[in-house]
């Protein structure tokens, strides 16, 4: 788990923001706790691992709210001891109880239990409930640890689709002088593009860059699919080269974006340029970059070329033309009329499926078999029907 850097000074991103952070006051032991006596017989027994001990003394004093906090306080260094005080919780505790808990576990590393006791959290808040994240940063005040947690909150609403939240949580570490791990940017980065909004992407790309959070190649690789899913590919080639230029390594998954791009913009020779690059850049295209190149040329209908493509594909030992590029080949031929070859191109894939499936499950093969043969016999009534 990659740690989340914390500055006791504001980042860059914090002296930027224009709205102010305001964190609840924090509670003072001395006033979260009426009782004391009981308080410090509690954590005695706790920090002793003696918790059947202390299941006995809750079962004639009630754990209050305040107790649990003032108790969670008191043995936030042993992680066992809180969590074994947080599961005596004669109800759901409290979000500054979630969040105390949260630091301890994640100070001790304790990422599993850290995750899912997020997890937990997070799937029974109703969607406009009362935010977390000042929580956590009230009791980070208090506690002086552990920035690592809020880059497991920022991951923990981005995993669970809350991605609104997830924005509140990298905007708000900021302020509390923290910046999240690459490793979850990418990951927010990422979904906000599978989410339909790569404008936001890029926007959260550049609040990374001022909070002095570097990118890494997935990170090139998404901003790139972002821009080009933007309908600008024009700053999404700008963008890889940008990067290529600081020394990033920029992967296939990169290229392929801006060659998809281009292909959907009827630009293929743009996106065979780009193949054509690939070598000198220390790259070996691969089964997807041709059949981006296919799928270009017989979206446009110039099935030469991609048959030409295709060629070049069989006769690269480290290639197999596989399924999809042969169900694009069909296609291509089907709305070109040339029924003939489209054919042509099922059997090939049956054959296809026959060799290289040989030594997966038996009902896999049958399945894709049948499929093939499926697509062939619909290809001959379609024949028959235009003729």
């Known amino acids: 788990m990659a740690a989340a850097y914390c500055d006791p000074s504001p980042s860059p991103a914090a002296a930027a923001a224009s709205t102010p952070y305001h964190a609840p006051t924090p509670s003072t032991e001395a006033g979260a706790a009426t009782d004391t006596s009981l308080l410090g017989r509690l954590t005695r027994l706790l920090l002793l691992n003696r ?3 202390a299941a006995r003394l809750l079962s004639s004093s009630p754990l209050t709210p305040a107790l649990l906090h003032a108790a969670l306080r008191r043995v936030r260094l042993d992680p066992d001891a809180a969590l074994q005080l947080f599961r005596l919780a004669p109800s759901r505790p409290s979000l500054v109880s979630h969040a105390q808990l949260i630091h301890i576990l994640a100070r001790a590393r304790r990422f599993h239990d850290t995750r899912a006791l997020l997890s937990s959290l997070l799937s029974v808040r109703p969607p406009h409930a009362e935010p977390f994240f000042p929580h956590l940063a009230e009791v980070y005040r208090d506690f002086s640890f552990s920035a690592v947690s809020f ?3 920022l991951r923990a609403h981005t995993d669970a689709d809350q991605l609104s939240s997830a924005l509140n949580v990298f905007d708000g570490m900021g302020k509390v002088g923290c910046r999240p791990s690459i490793r979850s940017c990418n990951h927010l980065l990422n979904k906000l593009v599978q989410a339909g909004d790569p404008g936001m992407a890029v926007m959260v790309y550049e609040q990374m860059r001022i909070a002095g959070v570097s990118p890494d190649e997935f990170t090139v690789a998404i901003l790139a699919n972002a821009y080009c899913r933007n309908g600008r590919v024009a700053q999404a080639v700008e963008f890889v080269d940008e990067m290529e230029g600081m020394g990033l390594e920029v992967n296939l998954v990169a290229y392929h974006a801006v060659m998809d791009c281009y292909c959907g913009m009827g630009r293929t020779e743009d996106a065979r340029r780009i193949l054509g690059s690939l070598k000198g850049k220390g790259l070996s295209p691969n089964v997807v970059t041709y059949t981006l190149l296919v799928k270009g040329y017989c979206k446009g209908g110039r099935m030469e070329e991609a048959e030409r493509v295709v060629r070049v594909m069989k006769e690269n030992g480290d290639i197999i033309v596989d399924e999809v590029a042969y169900g694009i080949m ?5 709305q070109s009329g ?5 054919t042509r191109e099922g059997f090939q894939m049956l054959e296809v499926c026959l060799r290289v499936y040989e030594t997966r499950d038996f009902f896999q093969i049958i399945s894709l078999i049948v499929a093939s043969f499926m697509a062939v016999l619909l290809l001959g ?7």
């Open 381 to 387: 009534l379609l024949m028959k029907l235009l003729l």
């Open 330 to 334: 069909i296609n291509g031929y089907c």
């Open 338 to 342: 040339r029924m003939e070859d489209a």
């Open 51 to 53: 918790f059947s001990a």
């Open 151 to 153: 880059d497991l909150l």
